[in-house]
Structure formats: C-alpha cells, structure tokens
C-alpha cells in the first residue's frame, strides 16, 4: 500500500461538502427572501411624516399648527404634550387638542393649542411636542416640535 497516495486521495470529500454548503446556503437565502416578503421581518408601523408651520399669538397665548405637507395621519394616534387628540377644533391642553371622530389629518388641517400657565400676552417660553404612537402602543415618534416666544 502507498503511503502517499492514501493521504492525497480525498476526491470523495470536496464534492460532499461543496453539495451540502450550496443546499445550506440555498435554504437561508430562500428563508431570509421569504421573510421580507411576506412582512414577517418587519411588523413595526413607521410613524408618518407630515410637515407643520406654527404661527404663536401673544394676546391669546396660543399656537396656531398648520399641516403644509407630508404624510396624512390618524389623529387619535397624535398627542400634543401628553394630551390626546380626539374631536372638535381645538381647546386647551388640559382638555387635549381636538378634531373630528376618526380623523385623518392631512395638508392645509389646522388647529389652535391654547397654551396654559400663562396670561395672554405675557410672552411666557413654551415648548410644544406633536407625539404620534403606533396602533399597538409598542412604537412612538416626535413628529412636530416648537417652542418661543423668542426672547428679545
């Protein structure tokens, strides 16, 4: 029996394996291309992205929020400072901010955020924050946020 052959014979083994790697490799990828497809990686709701002017009025101490674009959204889903939006056209922040039942807010709504602790006209700073939430709850995301009057 030659010794030296024996050791450098191995033409039974880089088939076997180069078949098995290429079936693993075949699998995973089929895996992971499936899984996007069906949405399966990814079960977050992204959260919107309209865009928003202010406008803030010293003698009644409100801000004016003017949607100018973007994506439209679900005002249910939107806070402003903790305080959820639910119907009407606006009121202080201690009652919420209010539209309609079942709004989808989109480009050229507008509401008015009656800001509270201050006098009208007392030209108190303010920071104001448009929260929106993901249907379950597990998602949030600031979509607006201003503040002023800027001190002179």
Known sequence: MD???LLTD???????????????ITVILAAVIAAFVLGLGDTNESAP???FNSDYTSDTNSV??????????DAERVTVDGNQIQSGYATTLDSGVYFGENTRV??????????????????DDFDLQLT??????DTSA?????SG????
């Open 132 to 137: 929106w939430q993901s249907d379950g709850g």
């Open 142 to 146: 600031t979509i607006f946020e201003t």
């Open 106 to 123: 989109s480009a050229g709504m507008r509401f008015t955020v009656q800001l509270d602790g201050s006098t009208p006209g007392a030209n």
């Open 64 to 73: 004016e929020i003017i949607v100018t674009g973007g994506d439209a959204f």
């Open 3 to 5: 010794l030296k052959a």
């Open 10 to 24: 191995d033409d039974a083994v880089s088939p076997v394996i180069g078949v098995i790697l290429m079936v693993a």
């Open 49 to 51: 992205n309209p865009t």
């Open 149 to 152: 009057p800027d001190a002179a």
